[in-house]
């Protein structure tokens, strides 16, 4: 049993154990999902867009990395009133008009009563300190969250990006770049 | 090569990356996701929360926590019809006179045609043996599913704690509260 | 230091810690969740529908696995428009009749003015190349997506699997079977 050779067969045995197990380890280290938040923002109506900053800022706040992938009536929500789109075409100029253009001009999904239900539910956040979407969107930005703008819905609504806001981390992109992003993350909602 | 000392370093050197191995093992392990389901019940819609408490109540009946986050038209669907609340402002009188008193008030998302469409679906489950939102959140409770109730949401309508359900496992809370739970859970949805 | 002996059981202790850190990772990785996005496709809404198809697609496209449940307003959305169902008693004739037949009927959630808003989104999508419902279909087949239905959603509406569309990996089944799919994926998105 003390013969050296067998003891240097072993501590072979084991050097090429371990260092199959390092390997394997770092592997799934590097497909373990990121401490991240990613969302796709889909929805265009005043609760759930606020909804979806809370949570947002809410998971910077905790430490987290946060994505929201604005996409279809969300995407309306984050064009700048103040900007103006060079020309359109006939069905562009139509979306232009009907969607919401920025934070302000977004509704209830609910009891929006012809305007009144949103009026008052913005007096109502004023009053109770909730932050309103302008300031949700200036503490993401501050924050440091991530906002990815899906580009097939930019050209189906005939939006440009010349009439969108300016966000420090704002990507133009594909459903495949959320997705990679999605994969890589801890929560992920569709909003 | 049969030196005992090469040995000896060789055997240490194979203790400490075994050690370190252990460490990296047992951190990934604390990081991994429990099974865990933590949902956002935000939508008030009977058709929606019946989803949710399938899905919630499902996931524990296969061995899974569940964990459902109410907020905005999520929340007056836990007030208690039996209950009142004390003193409101004219604001919280006004949402709790227009906001479903409970799951018995709950309507569709759609086809609701003032009442019918919802009356119908409900002649139906019964029919066909669905539990009913009163059942299911029942269920819910001796299953154990934990209710959160978002303090942010209560404070906005006006709602008050007195006013809502007696629930074995209820926590009224913060988004970070929940945040934390759909972090440390597998499956994570928002409704 | 140098007695055989010693290092006899230093290695001993070594091998057991080693076969030890073995099964722990196995086990790890058999929990791991796989390259998998599932979702619930509760909605039966043109944009909503579209998003998902957009998505589950992508996924594919990217290298993931993906299985969507078609629960409650979106189990219409796969009836076959050209096939007819057996005999049905009243509510299950009601429902066939006011749901949508296919992905042909299917219409926005906001803007559909009485139909109008729909039919522009569809030739807006055929001019900018976007796929319609029907392509998007078939592109899932052949990428292999998987189709979960509902059942309890069939039976509550009344329809039976004659009268649902053919397509090569579809599963009629409760939602414990989506929520095990769910379980072991790294998105999960309820839509």
Redesign the interface.
């Known amino acids: 049993?003390?013969n050296?050779?067998i003891?240097?067969n072993?501590?072979k045995a084991?050097?090429s154990?371990?260092a199959e197990?390092?390997s394997?380890?770092e592997a799934?280290?590097k497909?373990?999902?990121s401490?991240k938040?990613s969302?796709?923002v889909?929805s265009?109506d005043l609760?759930?867009i606020l909804?979806a900053f809370?949570?947002a800022t809410?998971?910077v706040?905790?430490g987290?990395e946060a994505v929201m992938f604005f996409?279809?009536?969300g995407t309306p929500v984050l064009r700048d009133k103040k900007k103006k789109a060079g020309k359109k075409d006939v069905?562009g100029r139509?979306f232009g008009a009907?969607l919401p253009k920025g934070t302000c001009e977004v509704k209830l999904s609910?009891?929006n009563m012809g305007g009144m239900g949103t009026a008052?539910?913005k007096s109502?956040?004023k009053?109770?300190n909730?932050a309103s979407l302008e300031q949700m969107l200036e503490m993401a930005e501050e924050l440091g969250v991530r906002i990815f703008v899906c580009e097939?819905s930019m050209?189906?609504m005939g939006f440009k990006r010349e009439e969108m806001i300016d966000y420090k981390d704002i990507t133009f992109c594909?459903?495949?770049k959320f997705?990679?992003e999605?994969?890589d993350?801890?929560?992920?909602?569709?909003?």
Do not use: C, H, Y
């Open positions: 049993m003390s050296p050779d003891k240097i072993e501590i084991l050097e154990q371990v197990i390092r394997k380890i799934m280290d497909t373990k999902p401490n938040l969302m796709v889909f265009g609760d759930k909804a809370v949570i809410g998971s706040a905790m987290m996409t279809f009536w069905m139509m009907m609910k009891m008052m539910m109502l956040m009053k109770k909730v097939m050209d189906l594909g459903v495949a997705l990679e999605a994969k993350s801890r929560i992920q909602l569709f909003i």
